[in-house]
């Protein structure tokens, strides 16, 4: 049974720094890619950034230069590091999980197997 659990929102002051983490069981880090999305209200998920089961990043324009993904092996979780944050960053926060064999443009919802309950993350002007 697959399940990834997404932690670590609240409210975070504008230009201040969060970490969320993913909880992942039931696949294993280096056969999966983990990716973040966010939702915020009234708008269209949309992704945020994405690890590759080698290790390799991937950044929406929004969030580069301000966000990083990691990975730690052993505890099979994902971390999304958040610097910076604008008002603009509030949103519920979502891990999902893609198979590297068929992920082709990793931006889209429908290419992530799993998904883990949100985390709700906002930031205050």
């Known amino acids: 049974d697959v399940q990834l659990q997404a932690s670590g929102g609240g409210l975070v002051k504008a230009g201040g720094s969060t970490r969320l983490s993913c909880v992942v069981s039931?696949?294993?880090?280096?056969?999966?890619?983990i990716g973040w999305f966010r939702q915020a209200p009234g708008k269209e998920r949309e992704w945020v950034s994405t690890?590759?089961?080698?290790?390799?990043?991937y950044y929406a324009d929004s969030v580069k230069g301000r966000f990083t993904i990691s990975r730690d092996i052993e505890k099979n979780t994902v971390y999304l590091h958040m610097n910076s944050l604008k008002s603009e960053d509030t949103a519920v926060y979502y891990c999902?999980?893609?198979?590297?064999?068929?992920?082709?443009?990793?931006?889209?919802?429908?290419?992530?197997?799993?998904w883990g309950r949100g985390t709700l993350v906002t930031v205050s002007s």
């Open positions: 690890i590759g089961s080698t290790d390799d990043t």
């Open positions: 999902a999980g893609a198979n590297p064999w068929t992920v082709v443009l990793r931006h889209e919802t429908y290419e992530y197997d799993y």
């Open positions: 039931g696949l294993s880090l280096d056969t999966y890619e």
